[in-house]
């Protein structure tokens, strides 16, 4: 299990672990991405890193290697319904839940990024800053980034007055600007403060 100076997954060597980790928690629009990525120690990828340390660029070309080099991965979602019914740390936990649902192999062991499990049925250990300390947890938040943003992409085709295609659904002032002026649309979480203020 490639660590980052990490005694994060002491004992797990020989194990077929997963990392997961989120994307699209703080965002006022769209969905919550999640990815489940099981490395493959023999084809070791190098540059991971946590998703926010790296440019665009190195995670799009990171996200290649992983799809390619890794054992299993998977990128699953939590909507933005299910955002507004749940709460964003419920939906982030079922979107991180069917992620690991949805490897091709079952892992023995799952480390997630942060303070809480998702309920899998497999063992599970959470770690803070996972995202800088194991690779798998690295490589889950590089899949977890890119595909999401992939997404928000497509999502701008559909909604171009928003900005989606610059701030990813983020609160920036731009985004707030165009909530103001264009109102509320079905991608935008409406448990969300800065929106439920605009819906009286």
């Known amino acids: 299990m490639p660590l980052f100076g990490s005694s994060a997954a002491d004992g797990l060597e020989g194990m077929l672990v997963c990392g997961v980790d989120e994307a699209g928690r703080g965002p006022l629009a769209g969905p919550v991405s999640a990815a489940a990525v099981i490395l493959d120690a ?37 909507s933005v319904e299910e955002i507004d019914e749940l709460n964003i740390l419920q939906a982030t936990l079922l979107a991180m839940k069917r992620a690991v649902q949805a490897l091709s192999i079952q892992p023995q062991w799952v480390l997630v990024d942060g303070l809480y499990c998702p309920q899998t049925g497999i063992a599970s250990e959470a770690i803070v800053k996972g995202d800088s300390k194991v690779a798998a947890i690295a490589a889950a938040s590089i899949l977890a980034k890119t595909d999401r943003d992939a997404l928000m992409l497509q999502l701008h085709e559909q909604y171009p007055q928003y900005g989606l295609n610059i701030h990813k659904g983020y609160p920036t002032a731009a985004h707030l600007a165009a909530l103001r002026e264009h109102g509320v649309t079905d991608i935008h979480r409406k448990s969300f403060k800065p929106v439920r203020q605009l819906l009286g």
């Open 42 to 78: 023999s084809n070791p990828i190098p540059g991971l890193n946590d998703s926010k340390k790296l440019t665009e660029k190195q995670r799009d070309k990171l996200a290649l290697l992983i799809r390619e080099r890794a054992l299993a991965w998977a990128v699953a979602y939590a």
